[in-house]
């Protein structure tokens, strides 16, 4: 059961960075390699600004900015010096490696008694004793799905119009006398943003910083997109969203089963590689690109 | 007005490959005149379109439309005064949006792309006339993903996507090639509507002789890189298919194929 629990806290957890993913991954067609730097920044900042006594509410939106101005920075080197988009992010990622120590101040940052957004005077107050057990994911739950009606609905808007345009045609995005780098850019900031926030409320979960927590993101991410978008490809009444924070879940969930089966943990980012392989092979979106993108396509519709 | 002066594009400068596209090349395009650009490949015809619209950079020369220079104007800035459509109808549409939020997307070029709602049902009714004379049938099919339509339905649309907000000139590259002959036909009686209504200055590059003949009130024909025949007003309306096709057969002959 605490296994079961544990799959749902991270798969919902890991699931917005997953949204994130899915900006850059599925709409922008652009590999973003940040995210293994921005992951773990957003939990660096956030151990450090509850260890100072910061509330922890305050920690996310101060994260997701962090997070959106790295994707902005992405963006610039992407945009404007010509780099190309997978060297740009792992630049960035590089680069972030040694902010995050900064920012973090050492490798390892515990926040044991501290306030978090799972656990303070208001969440005590308002969740009753007998779902204390549950209480960790309801919060997480409720973040995520707030996080994807809000990213659907941005979807819908015209500025997410341009967005959906740029991956899709930024040919058109030109003809419409719309700058598609700066498009690009307003991508990459929320995905980075996301990705942070994800970073945030994961370490509040495990109530630490360790600057080894963002290797791997972007397989992850990657991997819970992929499931998202090509297995449950068939299962039509679900928004595409919705697909990618059900991959999320999945994946977490292949993890842990694996780790179960009696592989030692620090197997784990082999696991997590060695699963994301088995994906690719078998989801077929290696260079299906072009045969891909309709199928996306008819998806987004609904 | 649209002039090009003296423009001069090398490709590959300063090596073996080293290929003159355009040395000194001018045209002057009036208000109001609708160009048909005929050639050879190879000939510039694409790359003057390219120039126009910024999308490739040139060695030399000045580009000015109406008095004011924009060599050095970004290639989206170029786009908010140019409507175009390209040979390639998955060019003008975006495939994996409905023709509802392809259209939208167009209906709000030259306004902000903000917060506000990306589709207004208000709106629906109006797009649906615009898409009734083209008998397609496609103003039924308001929430089909335009990548599912065929060419000659999204060159369609891509055509009045490309005039629905005022536009002041019209850029055709061979939008007509990638189509079947009825559905071309279709394609040219809408084009040739759309400019009169909307008195939009145009330029259409077409491989198509009786296009070029039967539309437009300017015809040019280019080969390498230089204009060699122009006509306008009733010299123009004068000109023959055959005769443009022996001038066509002459220059083609000389360049050995």
New interface residues.
């Given amino acids: 059961m605490a296994l079961v629990l544990s799959v749902f806290e991270q798969g919902m957890i890991y699931a917005i960075m997953a949204l994130g993913m899915y900006i850059t991954y599925k709409i922008l067609d652009f590999p973003d390699m940040t995210v293994d730097g921005s992951f773990p920044m957003g939990a660096a900042i956030t151990a450090i600004l509850i260890s100072r006594g910061m509330n922890p509410f305050i920690a996310l939106p101060v994260c997701f900015m962090a997070g959106a101005l790295v994707g902005v920075l992405t963006g610039l080197i992407h945009v404007k010096l010509r780099v190309r988009d997978l060297l740009s992010g792992i630049i960035m990622m590089t680069a972030l490696y040694s902010v995050n120590l900064t920012i973090a101040g050492r490798a390892n940052v515990p926040i044991y008694n501290r306030q978090t957004i799972f656990d303070n005077e208001f969440m005590n107050k308002i969740i009753p004793e007998a779902l204390n057990p549950y209480k960790t994911l309801l919060v997480v739950t409720i973040i995520t799905l707030v996080t994807k009606l809000l990213l659907d609905a941005y979807m819908a808007t015209k500025s997410g119009f341009l967005l959906r345009a740029v991956g899709d045609n930024d040919t058109l995005v030109t003809s419409l006398g719309v700058d598609k780098g700066l498009v690009k850019i307003i991508g990459l900031a929320i995905a980075n943003g996301l990705v942070a926030l994800s970073g945030s409320i994961f370490a509040q979960q495990q109530r630490f910083f360790d600057i080894s927590i963002g290797t791997g993101t972007a397989v992850i991410g990657l991997a819970s997109v992929i499931i998202g978008t090509s297995l449950l490809k068939k299962v039509n009444f679900l928004k595409i969203t919705t697909s990618v924070v059900i991959g999320s879940l999945i994946y977490k969930a292949c993890v842990a089963l694996a780790v179960r089966m009696g592989l030692p943990s620090s197997y784990l980012k082999f696991i997590t590689a060695a699963l994301f392989l088995l994906i690719l092979v078998f989801g077929m979106d290696r260079n299906t690109k072009a045969k891909a993108k309709p199928q996306a396509a008819d998806r987004s519709q609904l | 007005m649209i002039e090009l002066k003296n423009i001069s594009k090398y490709y590959n400068p300063g090596s073996v490959n080293e290929l003159c596209l355009f040395d000194k090349f001018s045209l002057t395009v009036n208000d109001g005149e609708f160009v048909s650009v005929v050639g050879s490949n190879g000939s510039g015809k694409t790359s003057m379109l390219n120039i126009i619209c910024g999308s490739i950079p040139i060695d030399s020369g000045n580009i000015i439309v109406n008095g004011t220079d924009i060599t050095l104007k ?4 170029r ?2 005064r ?3 459509v ?1 040979q390639d109808p ?9 023709i509802l ?1 392809n259209m ?3 209906d ?3 306004k ?8 207004n049902k208000a709106k629906v009714a109006y797009y649906q006339e615009l898409l009734r004379p083209l008998n397609l049938g496609l103003e039924d099919k308001m ?1 089909t ?1 335009v ?2 339509l065929s060419g000659g339905q999204r060159q369609a649309l891509s055509l009045l996507m ?1 005039t629905m907000t005022p536009v002041e000139f019209l850029i055709l590259d061979e939008h007509t090639a990638a189509l079947d002959p009825k559905t071309a036909e279709i394609i040219m009686q809408l084009t040739g509507k759309i400019v009169k209504e909307k008195k939009l200055t145009t330029i259409m590059v077409t491989h198509n002789l009786r296009y070029a003949v039967e539309y437009g009130n300017r015809l040019v024909m280019m080969h390498e890189g230089t204009v060699i025949m122009d006509k306008s007003g009733s010299d123009k309306k004068a000109v023959e298919t055959e005769e443009i096709m022996a001038i066509f057969n002459k220059i083609s002959v000389e360049c050995g194929n």
């Avoid at chain 2, 970004?74 to 800035?77: A, I, R």
């Avoid at chain 2, 998955?90 to 495939?95: A, D, H, I, N, V």
């Avoid at chain 2, 902000?112 to 589709?119: H, Q, V």
Wanted: with cysteine; glycine share 16%.
């Fill in positions: 970004k290639d989206y800035l786009h908010r140019i409507g175009r390209f998955s060019k003008g549409t975006c495939p994996s949006m409905n939020e939208s997307i167009a709000n070029k030259g902000p792309f903000d917060l506000g709602r990306g589709t929430y993903q990548g599912s490309s």
